[in-house]
């Protein structure tokens, strides 16, 4: 079966330090990779996406995110956490066949706490 | 502009009433979705619509109807809800129903059933 897995549910991060949250999936091709930032109360807003091409992707707000095939992994990063990062991440996975187009596969979340 | 937006923001209601939610967007999308999101939980996709059609149902309870009236508009029908319908209900658009179309979400509406 197809899985989605964020193994971190909190992380607790100093300002200025850096961040990585981990994403771990299962699919048997390149799956369609997203990560969405959610802060309390809000809606989800996509921070990055990867499909295929050039494996580190760039995304808004600073963050940046490496697919790597071997690990089945499309992990987070950002150099330098400011405390409006401070939310809950989500890993996503688009739907590859055309009876699952439009289901997101949602990792569990982390939740992100910044320390001055 | 990348704006889903959704009506109301708070919603309280009891088991025996009937309200709605709902959802603009405009930006030509024409996909869009339901979902509903308890608390520390990821979102769940409710419905999903494609050209105004329905085309996902996540075999959701019927006191939950959807509407699409037009490529713009979307809707959620509530009626006898029951204490734990209470979550966040996030609506969606996506440019199509497709697998790599990003899909941009509203702030969503918080309700309470009493």
């Known amino acids: 079966a197809q899985s989605v897995t964020q193994p971190d549910i909190h992380i607790t991060v100093s300002e200025g330090a850096s961040l990585e949250l981990r994403c771990n999936y299962s699919?048997?091709?390149?799956?369609?990779l997203f990560w969405y930032v959610q802060s309390p109360g809000q809606g989800l807003q996509l921070l990055l996406k990867?499909?295929?091409?050039?494996?580190l992707v760039q995304g808004i707000k600073g963050f940046e995110a490496e697919f790597k095939r071997s690990q089945s992994s499309f992990n987070l990063r950002k150099p330098s956490v400011h405390w409006s990062d401070a939310a809950e991440y989500f890993c996503?996975?688009?739907?590859?066949?055309?009876?699952?187009?439009?289901?997101?596969?949602f990792g569990a979340g982390t939740q992100v706490v910044v320390t001055p | 502009d990348t704006e889903v937006t959704q009506t109301p923001k708070h919603l309280v209601m009891g088991m025996t009433n009937k309200k709605s939610l709902k959802c603009e967007q405009h930006?030509?999308?024409?996909?869009m979705y339901w979902y509903k999101q308890k608390a520390k939980k990821p979102p769940e996709l409710m419905f999903v619509?494609?050209?105004?059609?329905?085309?996902i149902n996540e075999s959701v309870p019927s006191r939950f109807s959807p509407e699409c009236p037009n490529s713009s508009l979307l809707n959620l029908h509530l009626h006898a809800l029951q204490p734990e319908d209470s979550a966040l209900y996030l609506c969606?658009?996506?440019?199509?129903?497709?697998?790599?179309?990003?899909?941009?979400f509203g702030p969503g509406t918080r309700l309470t059933v009493l």
């Open positions: 969606a658009s996506s440019q199509i129903l497709a697998g790599t179309d990003t899909q941009y």
């Open positions: 699919y048997g091709a390149t799956p369609y």
């Open positions: 990867y499909f295929s091409g050039d494996t």
């Open positions: 996503a996975v688009g739907g590859m066949t055309t009876d699952s187009w439009g289901k997101f596969q």
């Open positions: 930006m030509g999308h024409r996909a």
């Open positions: 619509y494609s050209y105004e059609k329905l085309s």
